[in-house]
Every structure is written in C-alpha cells, then in structure tokens.
C-alpha cells in the first residue's frame, strides 16, 4: 500500500500553505498583502537583472574589428628635489 501526496512548494502541502497564509492575514492585515507582494516582486526583479548582468560581465565580448589595445597604467611622475642657487649676496659674504 502506497500513499501519494500532492507536494506544491518545496515539500509544503495544501493544508500548509493555508496555514501559512493566514498567518501572513494575521500579522500583517489584507490590505497590506497586495503592497508585500508587490515589493516582494520588485526585490526578486531587481535580484534577477543584477544576477544576469553578472554573468554577462563573466562572458567576453564579441569580437568586432580590430581588438582594442589595453590601456597600461602611467605612474605618477617623480618629484625632483628643489636645489636652491647660491644667490649673490650670499656669495659675498662668504
């Protein structure tokens, strides 16, 4: 004898995500489910596009035309030190 059971979300049965739902009625009042799930959907759109241009940037670009040469680093220039000229009065005293 075997036993089927309808598993919906990760394991959760029906009379689960009833549970679950009025809980979510509970806390947080039926007019604020619709503005939850909405900012919810945001999230996960958010989520999702930012995920995706990850993953375009880990992939190289096409070729087109002649390649770009790659720019190297300039090091800053090197400060000469300042030498002050002897300056004629100077000169004369000594």
């Known amino acids: 004898m075997t036993t089927t059971t309808s ?3 990760g394991g959760l049965g029906g009379m689960e995500l009833l ?3 009025a809980v979510l009625v509970l806390l947080f009042g ?3 489910l619709p503005e939850l799930a909405r900012g919810t959907g945001q999230a996960l759109r958010i989520f999702k596009a930012e ?3 990850l993953s375009d940037d880990d992939r ?3 070729a087109a035309g002649a ?3 790659v720019a190297q680093p300039v090091a800053p220039p090197v400060a000469q030190p300042v030498v002050e ?3 004629d009065r100077d000169a004369a005293r000594g």
Request: a positive charge; proline letters at 19%.
């Open 19 to 21: 549970i679950i739902l």
């Open 60 to 62: 190289p670009a096409p």
């Open 67 to 69: 390649a770009q040469p």
């Open 30 to 32: 039926a007019t604020k």
């Open 51 to 53: 995920t995706k241009a």
């Open 85 to 87: 000229a002897p300056h």
């Open 7 to 9: 598993l919906l979300i």
